[in-house]
Structures are given as C-alpha cells and as structure tokens.
C-alpha cells in the first residue's frame, strides 16, 4: 500500500482539463513544499513534470500545473492531448527517515 | 544529457542476493550535487524508494526502513556506477528496479532522470 493516495483513474476529453489528487498527512505533504509529480508511459521510466509543489522543469508544457492545499497535492494537465493518456504518479519528502514517499499512480485516459 | 544504464539479473532464486548495476554517463557518481538512488515498482506496493548514495567530501548512504537490513548501495568511481545488493530476497521482492538520479532543485532533491527500469523476478 502506497504512502500517498491518489485515485486510480481519471479521464478527460481533448482540450479538457483534469485534475489529480495526491492526499497525504502532515509528516509529509503538509509538512514540506517537497511535492513532486512524474509522468510514466508504458514501459518507460517515469519523468519529472513538477517539482517544488508547482515548478515546471525546463521542457515540461505549461498544459502541466501543481498546487496544494493542506495535506493534499493537485497536479492539473490542461488543453488534454493525446500524448498526456500516461500514469501519473506523486511524491512527497516523508522526512530523515523514510525520505521519500510516492503515490500509488492515477492512470489518465484521454477519451 | 546524464544517461543511466542498468545491468544484472532478471531472474533471483528466493534466499539469495539481487545484485543491479547503474552505469552513469554524463555526470559523475562522485558529484558533490547529486545523489543516486535505487527505487523499485511494483503492482502491489507501487513505487517504492529503497535508497541512496552520494558524496559530500566523503560517502553516505540512507536507506528506507523497510529493507535497511538487508540493502547495501555502493559507488565505484573508477567505473562511474553505482549498485544495489539486496539479500534474502523472496517472491515480495518481485520488482521493476529503478536507478534515479536526484539533484538540488529549488530547495530539495528531486528526481530527474531515471535508468531504463529492470523487471527482477524471485522464483526458484
């Protein structure tokens, strides 16, 4: 079981928007700005979309956003494309201890 | 453009030890600016970090609670890698394994390039 929840799924058409939720606690998305968001296509390594709760690197589309409001992380992927149908994954630093912890993956199905 | 490139066994029989190597290109294990992690994925526990190696005028290594007692990661500089061994592994272990690099940005380490992922499989 995932440290982090997410919803299992979620589905937009082309050019809609959609929003993902990544519900923690206050040890670790409450507690630090340290929310990441990764893309993952089938068979491939996942890819860095967010950092820093709302930080796009360099090459991530500006479609791609983040927020957060307590202890949950939204990441939400605006004007949908076909390209964006991927699993998404969030994570957290959970603290000195466990370092790091990830959700357990929305897929987005782009109808 | 940092590449890492994973190597080692598909295959462990239970009880014996997953051995993976992650050749770097394009950065050095010994930089003083990232670290170099091991993560794993899994249907029933998805992505879970097992731990990490980095440098700071000398080496660290962190390790997540739930495997720290059989889990070591080491860097060879002379070969520019890193590896992972984990002992008495069993069919939970059954796993995509990862290698990460993680560097400062903003203010914490973040994950930005990954190795290309190796199924692992524990069956006798």
């Known amino acids: 079981q995932s440290a982090l929840t997410q919803p299992p799924s979620a589905s937009g058409s082309p050019g809609q928007s959609v929003t993902i939720s990544c519900t923690g606690t206050?040890?670790?998305?409450?507690?630090?700005?340290?929310v990441s968001w990764y893309q993952q296509h089938p068979g491939k390594a996942p890819k860095l979309m967010i950092y820093?709760?709302?930080k796009r690197p360099s090459g991530v589309p500006d479609r791609f956003s983040g927020s957060k409001s307590g202890n949950t992380a939204s990441l939400t992927v605006s004007g949908l494309q076909a390209e964006d149908e991927a699993d998404y994954y969030c994570?957290?630093?959970?603290?000195?201890?466990?370092?790091?912890?990830f959700g357990g993956g929305t897929k987005l199905t782009v109808l | 453009q940092v590449q890492l490139q994973q190597s080692g066994p598909g295959l462990v029989k239970p009880s014996q030890t997953l051995s993976l190597t992650c050749a770097i290109s394009?950065?050095?294990?010994?930089?003083?600016?990232?670290?170099w992690s091991w993560i794993r994925q899994s249907p029933s526990r998805g992505l879970e970090w097992l731990g990490r190696?980095?440098?700071?005028?000398?080496?660290?290594?962190d390790y997540a609670v739930s495997v720290k007692s059989r889990i070591t990661i080491n860097a060879d500089t002379s070969k520019n890698q890193f590896s992972l061994q984990l002992n008495s592994v069993t069919p939970e272990d059954t796993a995509v394994y990862y290698c990460?690099?993680?560097?400062?940005?903003?203010?914490?380490?973040?994950?930005?390039?990954w190795g290309q992922g190796t199924l692992v499989t524990v069956s006798s």
């Open positions: 206050s040890s670790d998305v409450g507690a630090y700005n340290f």
């Open positions: 190696t980095y440098y700071r005028s000398k080496w660290y290594n």
């Open positions: 394009g950065d050095s294990v010994s930089s003083n600016s990232a670290t």
């Open positions: 994570s957290s630093y959970a603290g000195s201890n466990n370092y790091v912890a």
């Open positions: 990460a690099r993680a560097v400062l940005l903003g203010s914490w380490y973040t994950f930005d390039f």
């Open positions: 820093e709760v709302s």
